[in-house]
């Protein structure tokens, strides 16, 4: 117990000190208050602070949630949300109807504390907002401290840390199950206490006490957390951190994995294929054009409609990777912040200066820009440049070319991302009539411009992670943003869906909805009831829009289609987080894995959430084993950080419980198999433990009403060599396939009990035999009040059979209860318990059989003859494979599940 509380007292103190280390550095900057500026220290910031925000240097960051009041941000916000693509943040509109005080501010206005400014562009100086002595954009401090973003995942980590075990409803009704039968025993022991009438009341009282108390052990919570620990550290070396440590077990519960798309299944590495569609004066549908060879104004839309940024004093562009792939392939550049030029080819002497940007909404799932056109020798051109979904560009064009949807579809089909772009020439004549207009208003009367035709390569473990998720009982769906036809080719090509895909649609000619094939083809209509969705869900494979399920929910039938549908298409952030919470609402629990910020709310909603860092390799690089010895500095270091479970602020970020540093889903592969070993093993201990304490229970009862006990000497020894194997339980390792089979998840079920009653009974009748073998060899004698008190330990052939069978017991429990495959490695692969098992087992036969006398008078245990030795052996085996066979026959009576649970749901 000591060494158990020491190793937890001094990870503790030093997780402390590891977050002590996360604190900002406070540092100067310019605050204004009282009418003029003042010169501050970060730790004096209050919220509705006025602040000034420039360029950060060193390891500085922005020391609060900040809402930006004027001037241009580029944030990196790697260390919060593990984006690796820096963030653009612009400020908020003075005539917006947003509350400032709102806890809830758009992402774009708001710089969020912990993260860095890598270039700060001041308001233009005629502005109406105060300006700053450094230059700086003017910022409103919203939150400090741990009310900030950053706060928020302190809190997480330091609060979360603690609570490593699941399922506490559960471990509690068990621990109350055992309960029970300590307090029979103990009632038991009192009855016939009271009925000789030699038994002292108070010592009779502590008596029954102790063994009410030893069916609950002292190091219980410490050996169950052990496994949760174990796994954080080995989750730690693969990558992967975890911030909510008791979400571990939820792992290896899971029923269904999504996935988003782009940059989770598909790479964030874009192939521009070109410009397809019409031309401008035509209705020919012509063939993928090179970027290069577009007609201006589709060049101009490209060049200007993004959200690309080049930072000050270098060439390099942060942003969008597909925006910039397009921009690199369209060989324009940027000439000042706002200005891009095309290079020394055709198209030279002219140039788009960026006038007003509408960002892009998932929502409106488009983004638009006022440009001002700049050709040598022509009158500057004003022109609104916008791209988005086909089917929304659809709505505001001024004319839809005849052949729009055959082109849109012809692409996606193929499994290339298409985005439309259109354009409207304004009738502006200056920039400030041009920075008046609305997005409404811009939003409009557009005319066509082409398609952009991008293709997005598959991450090379996606469909290897896929196949193994699927067989190990595992029902896995895609939820995507994008093109339904796009995501319908995407997982057919991973193995995700093995039928043709049908998708809800609504009928143009009416209001019916109805489920079409790719092609628009109608397969059959659309009825709100199981009994069809499994009918079709028997030929094809079930795609859904966001506008099908808007639909589905509103005729209150979102759970019965959900078991049936494995792609999820242009589907909105919070779309997203309702679907996860569905499947949660079947009693399905879920995995959700992603990487971009349209993801955080359905991360957040599953039980088990998986932020990919967009930035991370693919695969884990081998480290190569060094044959030099390693010096005693470098031995203390890997000693101290296998010893901190706390993660680290930039390897933890908000939008998830988990994070991994690779981008392959694999890492999901992962998380499975360590939440598997871990629920495991932490039921595997808790069904050892539960027979551990009953058979300590029974012993002591019976001793107590000799009125003997067990020495402190046989005490010490079997409780240090028992406290070891249970710590050498919870290291356990995963295998590294994905079984078939599902793990027990309750702990309160009808295996546990079985197996558990079971095994005692044997125990139970071994206990018994030999307590009356013993009193009928050497009788005890006649019990004294007077000596009730004694301190004095008194040698006796029960004590001593007692005390042998019992160790026996407890070794036969581990080896019996702990099964490796097919979850983890077996008993040959844990060599410490092993070689722990094996003491246990050397120690009781010598003692039994006397070979080594020292060892007996060591133990202080009872001289035995020969019979009485081998008897006692017998019983000893009797009793291990009579455990043995009754944990055998719960196995084949309640065998493991194989094949995902949503089958069920399905019926």
């Known amino acids: 117990m000591l060494f158990l509380e020491f190793t937890v007292a001094k990870t503790r103190l030093d997780n402390l000190q590891e977050l002590r280390k996360m604190r900002p550095k406070p540092y100067k900057i310019n605050v204004y208050r009282s009418m003029r500026w003042k010169k501050m220290s970060t730790e004096e910031l209050l919220p509705g602070d006025i602040c000034s925000i420039t360029r950060m240097a060193g390891t500085e960051t922005i020391p609060a949630d900040v809402l930006l009041l004027s001037g241009t941000c580029i944030v990196n916000e790697a260390m919060l949300t593990g984006e690796a693509t820096p963030q653009m943040k612009e400020a908020i509109n003075p005539s917006s109807d947003v509350q400032i005080k709102d806890t809830a501010q758009p992402r774009l206005h708001v710089l969020f504390g912990g993260t860095k400014v890598v270039q700060a562009t001041a308001p233009p100086k005629d502005s109406d907002c105060v300006s700053s002595p450094d230059g700086g954009c003017i910022g409103y401090v919203l939150r400090t401290g741990f009310a900030t973003e950053q706060g928020n995942l302190m809190r997480t980590i330091i609060s979360n840390t603690q609570i490593v075990t699941a399922n506490t409803m559960e471990s509690a009704l068990f621990i109350l199950f055992l309960l029970i039968f300590a307090i029979l025993s103990a009632s038991y022991v009192w009855q016939k206490g009271i009925e000789s009438g030699k038994r002292k009341i108070h010592k009779l009282v502590v008596e ?26 080995e989750l730690r070396k693969i ?51 090179k970027l290069t060879e577009s007609h201006p104004d589709t060049a101009r839309v490209l060049a200007a409609c993004h959200s690309l940024v080049c930072l000050e004093g270098k060439s390099e562009l942060v942003g969008d990777p597909l925006e910039k792939v397009a921009l690199k392939a369209l060989r324009w550049s940027f000439a000042t912040p706002e200005i891009l030029r095309p290079f020394k080819t055709k198209g030279a002497g002219q140039s788009v200066r960026i006038v007003t940007r509408f960002h892009f909404s998932s929502n409106l799932k ?36 005849k052949d729009f949807d055959e082109v849109n579809n012809h692409f996606a089909q193929k499994g290339a991302r298409v985005l439309a772009l259109a354009y409207k020439t304004l009738t502006c004549s200056t920039m400030a009539e041009a920075s008046n207009i609305t997005r409404d208003s811009a939003e409009q009367g557009l005319d066509f411009a082409g398609f952009l035709v991008v293709s997005s ?6 469909a290897p992670a896929i196949k193994m998720l699927q067989d190990s009982g595992h029902y896995v769906v895609m939820i995507t943003g ?24 609504k009928g143009k000619e009416n209001s019916e909805w109805k489920w079409t094939t790719l092609t628009g083809d ?122 901190i479970t706390v993660p680290k602020l930039g390897d933890a970020s908000i939008a998830a419980p988990f994070t991994s540093k690779m981008s392959s889903i694999m890492s999901t592969c992962d998380v499975v198999r360590q939440g598997r070993c871990a629920l495991v093993t932490t039921n595997q201990m808790l069904k050892i433990l539960a027979l551990n ?65 079971g095994q005692f009974t044997v125990h139970l009748i071994a206990m018994s035999y030999a307590v009356a073998l013993s009193k009928e060899i050497s009788p005890l004698p006649e019990f004294d009040p007077d000596e009730e008190n004694s301190t004095e330990f ?31 490695h077996g008993l040959s692969s844990n060599k410490g318990l092993t070689r722990c098992l094996g003491l246990l087992a050397v120690l009781t036969v010598l003692s039994t059989s006397e070979i080594w006398p020292d060892l007996n008078e060591f133990l202080e245990l009872a001289p035995m003859d020969s019979d009485f030795r081998i008897q006692l052996i017998a019983i000893m085996s009797a009793d291990f494979f009579g455990a043995w066979i009754v944990d055998s026959c719960c196995e084949a009576l309640f065998p493991l599940q194989k094949g995902a649970r949503v089958e069920a749901l399905r019926s």
């Open 208 to 233: 029954c006490l102790l063994i009410v108390a030893s069916v609950v052990p002292p190091e219980l919570p410490i050996q169950l957390s052990l496994a949760v620990n174990s796994t954080l550290l």
């Open 239 to 289: 990558m992967i951190t975890c911030t909510e440590p008791f979400r571990i077990p939820f792992a290896g519960q899971l029923d269904v994995c999504c996935f988003d798309k782009t940059g989770t299944l598909t790479s964030d590495n874009f192939n521009v294929d070109g410009i397809a569609g019409l031309t401008m004066d035509t209705t020919e549908m012509i063939p993928v054009k």
């Open 366 to 401: 488009r983004m638009s820009t006022v440009t001002m056109v700049e050709v040598v020798g022509r009158p500057p051109l004003f022109q609104v440049v916008c791209k988005g979904a086909p089917e929304i560009i659809r709505r505001i064009l001024r004319e839809v070319p």
């Open 457 to 462: 390569p598959a991450k090379a473990d996606s």
């Open 482 to 505: 994008d093109n339904p036809l796009t995501a319908c080719h995407v997982s057919e090509s991973m193995g995700l869906t093995s039928k043709p895909c049908v998708m809800l649609q």
């Open 522 to 643: 109608m397969v059959a209509p659309f009825t709100a009831d199981k009994k069809a969705y499994r009918e079709i869900y028997s030929k094809y494979d079930l795609c859904l829009t966001g506008n099908g399920l808007t639909h589905i929910m509103g005729l209150n039938n979102l759970h019965d289609i959900l078991p049936f549908v494995k792609v999820f298409a242009r589907g909105t952030p919070d779309q997203k987080a309702i679907i996860v919470g569905g499947y949660q609402d079947l009693g399905m629990g879920t995995l959700m894995c992603g990487d971009g910020t349209n993801d955080v709310g359905a991360l957040k909603r599953a039980q088990v959430g998986l932020a990919l860092m967009s930035n991370g390799p693919e695969r884990r690089e081998k480290r190569k084993s060094e044959k030099r010895p390693r010096t005693r500095e470098e031995l203390l270091k890997e000693l101290k950080e296998n010893e």
């Open 693 to 757: 304490c009953l058979i300590n229970a029974y012993s002591m009862s019976v001793l107590y009403l000799e009125g003997i006990k067990n020495s402190d000497t046989q005490k010490t020894l079997v409780s240090l060599v028992v406290a070891a194997a249970m710590l050498l339980v919870s290291f356990s390792r995963p295998l590294s396939d994905l079984a078939p089979e599902r793990p027990r998840q309750a702990i309160i079920s009808l295996y546990m009990l079985c197996n558990i009653m």
């Open 794 to 824: 008194s040698v006796n052939l029960v004590n001593s059979a007692v005390y042998l069978l019992s160790v026996s017991m407890q070794a036969s429990t581990i080896f019996t209860n702990f099964h490796g495959e097919p979850f983890m």
